[in-house]
């Protein structure tokens, strides 16, 4: 079953730039989308980017132009750039593999990204 490990450091004031990584362990990563999740104080979790294996990414619109996913398949690993962060960024991001119903792996923890003044 594959598990997930995300990570990215640091508070960030607006405007700023972060890095998340995700390393998925136990699954066959390659052949599958790679998604990444944000779930924000009270909100629903919701799903901001995916990565296709062939290369075709899908973003949340109102992030879509300040966030960018890739991946790197040798590595078993996945990232997200975020510029230009909002407060609205706020929440745990959360990394999975995607099938056609959905999440295929248990959730990891995620990885905290507070964006305040």
């Known amino acids: 079953q594959a598990r997930f490990v995300e990570s990215g450091v640091g508070v960030v004031q607006p405007g700023g730039s972060l890095r998340l990584s995700c390393d998925v362990f136990g699954s066959i990563f390659s052949a599958v989308v790679m998604v990444w999740y944000r779930q924000a104080p009270g909100k629903e979790r919701e799903l901001v980017a995916s990565?296709?294996?062939?290369?075709?990414?899908n973003y949340l619109e109102p992030v879509k132009e300040r966030l960018s996913i890739s991946r790197d398949d040798a590595k078993n690993m996945a990232s997200l750039q975020m510029n230009m962060l909002e407060p609205e960024d706020t929440g745990v991001y959360l990394c999975n593999l995607q099938g056609c119903l959905g999440p295929l792996g248990p959730w990891g923890q995620g990885t905290q990204v507070p964006v305040s003044v």
């Open positions: 990565l296709s294996p062939g290369g075709r990414t």
